[in-house]
């Protein structure tokens, strides 16, 4: 049983949202589904750190949730800046039930247990984050992030760490989420969100202050899902 991880499958397999307009999409959900159905078995699990469907109503994600859990392997979702769709956690997981949509499960404000790790994370937000708003939403997520940081501790496993946005990206960083990743003794850390030149611009792909941080974007591992372990 291997962990897995890749962000931002960006779906539009129910709405008008093609990513084919961008450079390096063309054909991408061909190129996923071959390179998943390649490296992953019904054993394995795959984090899927945010941006998953282009859907705006929970509803209409499923011809999306149907690709998703048609897949191989199990599957943990946690919200991307584009997860309009996203809902609480009561309501999913009854839409997921209702639909049969047994490979899919949500991460938010909780944690999985998966091999010799505690998987944890939530969305995360903006590193400059220094409007009276934008702090709002950064504490909301800081509590999040801990509240499943707690949730992870009961398995007596070592703590990883997912979220959508980047808490470090070329000299800037989320302070506040990097210190609490540090007091949770947190080394892992994965990440999406960043597309096109600005992958090569300031991502941080290595070791930052103790933790080893890795951009798993689809376009950034090549529409390949990630071995974590």
């Known amino acids: 049983m291997s962990l897995f991880a890749i962000a931002d499958l960006h ?6 949202k093609p990513m084919d307009i961008f450079s390096g999409w063309n054909d991408y959900v061909s190129r996923l589904t071959e390179n998943w159905n390649s490296i992953i078995t019904d ?9 998953i469907s282009w859907a705006m109503k929970l509803t209409d994600t499923k011809k999306d949730f149907e690709y998703i859990n048609s897949l191989p392997g199990k599957k943990i979702l946690l919200k991307g800046n584009h997860d309009y769709w996203w809902d609480t956690k009561t309501k999913m997981n009854k839409y997921l039930g209702d639909n049969n949509f047994n ?13 010799e790790f505690a998987v944890c994370g939530t969305r995360g937000w903006l590193i400059e984050s220094t409007s009276d ?7 909301r997520e800081l509590g999040r992030l801990k509240l499943s940081l ?21 000299s800037l960083e989320s302070t506040e989420i990097i210190d609490l990743l540090n007091e949770y003794n947190v080394k892992k850390c994965y990440y999406g969100h960043i597309h096109g030149s600005n992958m090569i611009k300031g ?3 290595g070791e930052y202050k103790g933790i ?12 390949m899902p990630q071995l974590v372990r």
């Open 103 to 115: 490979t899919i499960n949500i991460l938010f404000n909780n944690s999985f247990e998966c091999g």
């Open 133 to 139: 708003e934008d702090r709002l939403v950064l504490n």
């Open 11 to 16: 779906l539009s397999l129910g709405t008008d």
């Open 43 to 51: 054993d394995d699990t795959v984090v899927i750190a945010g941006d």
């Open 212 to 223: 080893d941080f890795r951009l798993i974007s689809c376009d950034g591992v090549g529409f």
């Open 203 to 205: 991502c941080i792909n």
């Open 150 to 170: 707690e949730d992870g501790k009961k398995h007596n496993k070592k703590l990883i760490v997912f979220l959508h946005y980047p808490p470090v990206y070329g």
